[in-house]
């Protein structure tokens, strides 16, 4: 496979939910999923990967650190990259954050590790349709993850 | 106040998302989280424990009377809520559960551990968009949704 190399885009809302406003904590760019860092800093987010922490949606526009940049959250329904540009993601997927930035991967629904912020992947939501190339659409439904007893 | 003490606050809200009017089985303040009995009773809501049923959301505003209605905001709202203060902290981003102290969040625990349920179950009732100690107010988004438990 070949990863995704993450370009701003215009993610295209068909239909906008929650949108809220957060300070972006580095570069975004528009179409990026984002999240908290790890160690959590006030309404500041981040473009998401797997060391990042809690997932807050998607990036409707781009931002330089220290902007403002809003954010589409649950009940949003837009396109989003995949992490990588030939993966295989389907009609009714649930999807996660990826190592590669501010991009997707099919959810692994297994309840395995002590998956957590700093080392997890979140479902940030559902596709769809299947992905054609690198990109699709997905409506968003975030919530918690839950893991093994340790 | 302390914030193991329950005691009306204005939970000022950001943003409102759905808004539920329910009944209130015992005096609700306005800023407790409220969840329905562990029994079940018809749209029927009490200050959130881990002893109760599932959360609905935040009260917006005291209801005294048994019986008597009350707004709560639930999913897609950003309301201030109080941490439990056995928990000490929450960081941004963190996922917040009802606590055992009527009302109050504490950080949610991830681990799937044994058969948590309705009237022993710690669920998930938002994400907290700014850092929190424990004799803070912060602004917590709503997000309800069902807890997971081991296999049996």
């Known amino acids: ?35 908290f860092a790890a160690t959590g800093v006030d309404n500041t987010v981040h473009p998401a990967i797997e060391t990042t922490g809690s997932l807050v949606g998607v990036a409707l526009a781009s931002a330089s650190t220290g902007d403002m940049v809003p954010v589409a ?25 990826s190592t590669v930035a501010g991009t997707v991967i099919v959810l692994v629904g297994d309840i395995a590790t002590h998956e957590t912020e700093g080392a997890g992947y979140f479902p940030l939501g559902r596709a769809l349709a299947d992905f054609a190339s690198s990109k699709g659409e997905i409506e968003i439904n975030m919530g918690p993850i839950w893991t093994a007893a340790s | 106040m302390g914030n193991t003490t329950a005691a009306a606050f204005d939970p000022k809200p950001k943003y409102l998302g759905e ?13 407790q989280w409220v969840s ?9 809501v009490s200050p959130g424990t881990t002893s109760l049923g599932s959360p609905v959301g935040v009260a917006l505003h005291t209801q005294s009377t048994v019986g008597g209605p009350v707004a709560v905001a639930s999913n897609g709202s950003v309301v201030l809520s109080y941490v439990d203060q056995d928990d000490g902290t929450a960081d941004a981003g963190d996922y917040m ?23 022993a179950g710690i669920f998930p009732c938002g994400q907290i968009l700014e850092d929190l100690a424990a004799t803070e107010k912060k602004y917590v988004r709503v997000l309800t949704g069902p807890i997971w438990t081991a296999q049996s």
């Open chain 1, 1 to 35: 496979m070949t990863a995704t190399t993450p370009a701003a885009y215009d993610p295209k809302p068909e239909r906008l939910g929650e949108v809220q406003s957060y300070k972006a904590g580095a570069a975004i760019l528009s179409g990026q999923v984002v999240a």
């Open chain 1, 73 to 97: 959250g649950n009940g949003s329904i837009l396109t989003v990259y995949s992490a990588a540009d030939n993966t295989t993601i389907d009609a009714g997927d649930w999807v996660s954050n």
């Open chain 2, 19 to 31: 808004v539920i009017t329910c009944l209130a089985t015992a005096e609700i303040l306005a800023g």
């Open chain 2, 36 to 44: 329905y009995d562990a029994t079940g009773v018809s749209r029927y």
């Open chain 2, 97 to 119: 559960a009802i606590s055992t102290v009527a009302g109050f969040v504490k950080v949610m625990d991830g681990a799937v551990a044994a058969h948590n349920s309705e009237g």
